[in-house]
């Protein structure tokens, strides 16, 4: 009895430690990635299709070997769309060992959150477009669709030559990432003589949109310019559509979302958008064979938010495993002016460069929603 | 002149929605003298029952509409009276309204737990197409859910006046003590005020959800508008919650349109401020007499 008594501070030691053991040598056996995203709140039809994105795109890098010969794992954190929480939560998952950040999504967000990953070295991929993210010197933030400033210029062609519009309305919403797409637009119809004649802001979670468009089909520009959130996009074409808003009604990447025509039905019919990218874009091989996948394993179709996750966790693989290290700082080294050709790397589905800020350039599309669906109209070469 | 009458048109359509909700308040008041803070909720609630009928059940869009209206009835009528009212009302009215803000937090909570956070498509009940009024075009859907608003305001009315079943639920409302002594089933006349205001929520739940989607946060926003529609046109009368509804709907849309967009969220408690300072009774209530 005494000698069991003897050996029992041992024995509860061995018993405490033992966890702790088994979980280094799991974390020495694991890479992990942090899924930061709006999984609930305004922001989840964005941060859903994001998360199971970017879930995808960790079976297919487990499949292939994981990063550096690890398998990946990529707990989730639900921002609720709230950009205090984001930043608590990427605090959180640093803490937990992530090497990256996944996420996130809303502009609003990014810009409090990524402040702390790059205080901690972490590099972050993010679906976020508002032009300020990559205009802070942050040099660990890195978008996985061009912002903004070069999305919405792609459009000034069409504007200008396919529409020849003389005038022009902008509807957006007023948060980060409607004001940022808002003042781009306004400076490039500036640039290409077309004048804006009516400027109408809306607020986020908006439910009625009458005033919204009886303004802007008193002012009949030629066509309108829609920067919106998903549901906010959804709720202005069904009033459009009640008031028989007559011009072209054209947005940049969210308005001819699928989350987007589910909600507004027939009232999304014939909008217009530019995408970055887009799972209708079926000739590209990658996209066809993603948007094959995510439709086997989520059983409904991709939205762009969901390639924007998958390229941001095969992104972070290439370039992990290019740099032969998760360290960030040398993660960070690599990625600027970083080129990767989907000849070499089929995962990132287009040819892709990011700048010295971590903006990113690729080719483009411009789509129509044609009975029900994303049709591809045209493409945009990278700017 | 066209963008007036539409923008008119559209805050008139949107405020007599505003009103039915409102009316559930005055309802409520009536009958047991409190605050139901989960009535956003009410609204919010019964397009999920269509939207289940319709997915889970398999059921038509009109049939589970049926299914929505009388699910909603019974668990927001008959159901929110017995479990939550008549236990805790003798406990004061107070604790009531902490209750019912706490049910609307539980309603709000379990529709996103159960159905998801993102906003779900809500088929219309009319077609939206727009037909020309005085040389404007203006929509078809508008005017019906205006009509039908004030059409149910109306029947209420002439039920609560011309009935025998409606002057025994008034006369409940006034002096439900006297009311007992002259015969009148007070219980059973609270039990329809309850059941009354469940309708009346699920109806502005139908004729909005299909603006608004269906989203578990509608009712809050909702449920606010309609609690100051109600204290601007007098929380004691049901033309009251009629009058501030309608102007609500009406001002926000004509701030809008023609002063300013942003601050619009602003208006009703900028209206309900000076209401209280100016006309605390609210623009047609009466004032009530309170023994200390």
Redesign the interface.
Known sequence: MGHFKHHRGLLLAAVFALPALIGTAQAADTVKLGMVGELSGAGAPSGTNWRDGAKLAVTEVNAAGGILGKKVEMPEFDTQTDPQVSRALVQKAIDDGVVAIIGTVYSGSTLVNMLVAKQNSIPQFVGSEAPTIVERGNPFVYRTSSGAQKGVPALTPYFKDTLKAKKVGVAWVNNEFGRGGRNVFIAEMKKAGIDVVIDVASEQAQTDYAADVAKLKSANPDAVFVYMNQEESARFLIEAKKQTLPMPLVGEVTLTEAKVIELAGPAAEGAIAHVGVTATATEVPGIAAFARSFEETFKRKPTHDAIKGYVGVWSTKYVMDMVGKTDGEAFSKKMKGLCLKVADHPKILLDTCWDDRGEMSRPSFMVQVKGGSPVVIGSVPAN | M??FL??LL??LA?GAVYALVAIGFTLVWQAAQTVNFAQGEFVMLPAFFVLIGMNWLGLSFWISLLFGLVVSVVLLGLVFKKLIVEPILPHGGITLIIATMALGILLKESA?EFY??????FPALFP?D?INLFGA?V?L??LLNLAISLGVVVLLTLFLNRTRTGRCMQATAQNPAVAEILGVDVKRMVLYTFLINAALATLASFLIT????A?F??GE?LGLIAFIAAIVGGFNQIRGALVGGLLIGVL???T??YVT??Y??ALPLVLLIAIILVRPQGLVGTSEGRAV
């Not at chain 2, 299909?210 to 989607?213: A, F, G, I, S, T």
């Open positions: 066209s963008q539409q923008v559209s805050g949107t996103k998801g956070a993102e906003a779900q498509p939206g727009p075009a929509s859907r508008d299909p603006v608004y989607l989203k946060s509608n926003t926000d849309n004509l809008a349109t967009a942003q619009r969220a």
